[in-house]
């Protein structure tokens, strides 16, 4: 089989493929029920491509129509109808690199999925399109060259004015992450990844930047393997908080290749604070040591002024080194009560302690208590990180490595709880402010990769 033309796909790479594999992507899902989807041709020639092997050619800019039909999908455009059938697949004649703007326009899909910010745009991309007929509605994938697919989820990730060798290294870990499919979220779909933060943000060509391009073609194939020569499952969130956090913490298992680093040059005094404890974790959090500390992710290193402007768009811009939510006591039952079913008859909330802690701080283990209707003390767990920032939010906390203030009237009973915080996501893995700040203290991509996966090394997987 030619390689060029039938490139492999994910769920059959290995290293040892040394050829780059193609991905699909779920860019319009069964959950967002279209009966029909829309789209531009480029000014290039497309072939439609049936179930039963049949095809036909479409002309440069021609306006298509995807509609559900009986069980199948007719295609129509102005000169022309293709189908029915259970899948349509319409591709370039000649390849469409990724490059910014290239490919097909498709109209009003759909971003942020479930976010605050979910919102309905139209998206370029590359690639060959497939369309299934599926119950809920039409599910569009966009089947693309691995490269060129990072290009666009580098896009999305990051802003363009990051330096290059920080964009790069960004490159390594998404290639690598996506080549490890370790956590396949999809299977009965037939796709391999979605296009939001499920899986990795994806946006196509229509904002793609030429940075972004350029830093993908830099790091061409370059991927982190793990002591056992297997690529790297290489995890990150947006700020560690000085310290990053063990797998165990987060997922309840160690993964090769990951572990806890100080994210600081040699000596820097954040490293005092490994591992983050009951008996440290005030000082980590407001200590006299925050005016001196070069940690790569501290505002010292990358400027709160300078988040917004490096960070991708759809991100709220904040400092996510050192941060504080406050509740009055009601306001926090209120969220309690509609955020865990458990708490349907809490009356009066008695106390919130963290009783398990990783080693960055983030709390894994919290203890609520309160009385219910009948004056009865009820203790209820929040037993993982993610849970503790579901639920101790109204939207989703920053980070669960906080120390818990609270303020109590005379009689004991609570009047406020503050969280007084550190850092942005789970905190294991690269951390992508730490890595940008290390990019402007002027390392290079190996060097950023290296620090975070100290026991991974770097290798070319294809050319
Ligand atoms: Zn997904
Ligand atoms: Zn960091």
């Known amino acids: 089989m030619d390689a060029a033309t039938h490139p492999i796909d994910m769920q059959h790479w290995t290293p040892n493929a040394h050829a780059e594999p193609s991905v699909r992507v779920g860019v319009i899902l069964e959950a967002d029920g279209r009966a029909s989807v829309e789209f531009v041709l480029p000014d290039k020639p497309y072939t439609l491509t049936a179930d039963n092997g049949k095809t036909q050619p479409v002309m440069p800019g021609a306006e298509v129509c ?127 990844r979605c296009n939001d933060d499920c899986c990795q943000r994806y946006q196509g060509t229509g904002d793609m930047s030429q940075p972004a391009v350029d830093a993908v073609g830099g790091s061409r194939g370059l991927v982190l393997l793990d002591p056992a020569a297997q690529v790297l499952d290489a995890n990150y969130s947006k700020s560690c908080g000085g310290i990053s956090e063990l797998p165990e913490a987060v997922w309840g298992e160690p993964k090769p290749g990951l572990r806890e680093v100080i994210d600081a040059p040699p000596g820097d005094p954040v490293g005092r604070f490994m591992p983050v404890t009951e008996d440290n974790l005030d000082a980590f959090l407001e200590g006299d040591w925050l005016t001196e500390t070069k940690a790569y992710c501290s505002t010292h290193v990358v400027p709160v002024e300078a988040i917004g402007k490096y960070l991708g768009r759809v991100d709220e811009v904040d400092d996510y080194f050192r941060w504080s939510v406050a509740y009055t006591r009601e306001k926090l039952e209120t969220l309690l009560r509609d955020k865990l079913p458990e708490a349907a008859g809490l009356e009066e909330l008695r106390d919130v302690r963290v009783t398990r802690r990783g080693v960055s701080g983030r709390a894994i283990e919290v203890e609520l208590t309160w009385l219910d209707r009948s004056g009865q003390p009820v203790a209820h767990l929040l037993d993982s990180e993610y849970r503790i920032r579901e639920v101790l939010h109204r939207g989703f906390l920053y980070s669960s490595a906080f120390a818990v203030r609270l303020q109590r009237g005379s009689a004991g ?39 975070y996966y100290p026991d991974a090394h770097l290798e070319t997987a294809y050319p």
């Open 413 to 451: 009973e609570i009047e406020s709880v503050t969280l007084r915080g550190a850092g942005w996501g789970h905190g294991a893995g690269l951390c992508q402010i730490g890595a940008l700040g290390m990019a402007l203290c002027g390392h290079d991509a190996a060097e950023i990769c290296l620090h």
């Open 66 to 192: 995807i509609q559900v039909s009986g069980d199948g999908l007719i295609a129509s455009w102005s000169g022309g109808t293709f189908g029915p059938s259970e899948r349509l697949r319409i591709e370039p004649d000649d390849r469409v690199p990724a490059a910014p703007g290239a490919g097909v326009r498709v109209l009003d899909v759909v971003a942020g999925r479930g976010f605050h910010w979910q919102k309905c745009a139209d998206q370029t991309l590359a690639g060959s399109l497939e369309f299934h007929a599926a119950p809920g509605g039409v599910v569009m994938v966009n089947e693309l060259p691995l490269e060129d697919y990072l290009a666009g989820v580098i896009t999305a990730e990051m802003s363009s004015a990051c330096p290059v060798e920080f964009l790069k290294a960004q490159c390594v870990v998404a290639r690598s992450w996506l080549l490890a499919m370790a956590e396949p979220k999809h299977q009965a779909e037939p796709f391999d």
